[in-house]
Nanobody, 113 residues
């Protein structure tokens, strides 16, 4: 079955960096776009970044210039490099194959001084 396992979250100060990783399995990874989403307490889950099979990327405006999504088709991995983190980036981050309906457990990112 389709599965995603996220890792790399943690506690970081404002302005700091984190790199999230996601291991995907259960489907032919290279044939699908992938995305990172996040959810803060009391808020709806929002799409943060996507990467197409071609490698083209899209970002929500609030993270443009700070976050970079990438993929390694040989390893079935998706990454999210997050730089210049802000307090409002605090959330649980999830990776998924859009429209798959499958979600991992997520990884908590907390930005706090």
């Amino acid at each position: 079955q389709v599965q995603f396992v996220e890792s790399g979250g943690g506690l970081v100060q404002p302005g700091g960096s984190l790199r999230l990783s996601c291991a995907a399995s259960g489907f032919t990874f290279r044939n699908y776009a992938m995305g990172w989403y996040r959810q803060s307490p009391g808020k709806q889950r929002e799409l943060v970044a996507t990467i197409a099979t071609s490698g083209s990327t899209n970002y929500v405006d609030s993270v443009k210039g700070r976050f970079t999504i990438s993929r390694d088709n040989a390893k079935n991995m998706v990454y999210l490099q997050m730089n210049f983190l802000k307090l409002e980036d605090t959330a649980v981050y999830y990776c998924t194959r859009p429209y798959s309906g499958s979600w991992g457990q997520g990884t908590q990112v907390t930005v706090s001084s």
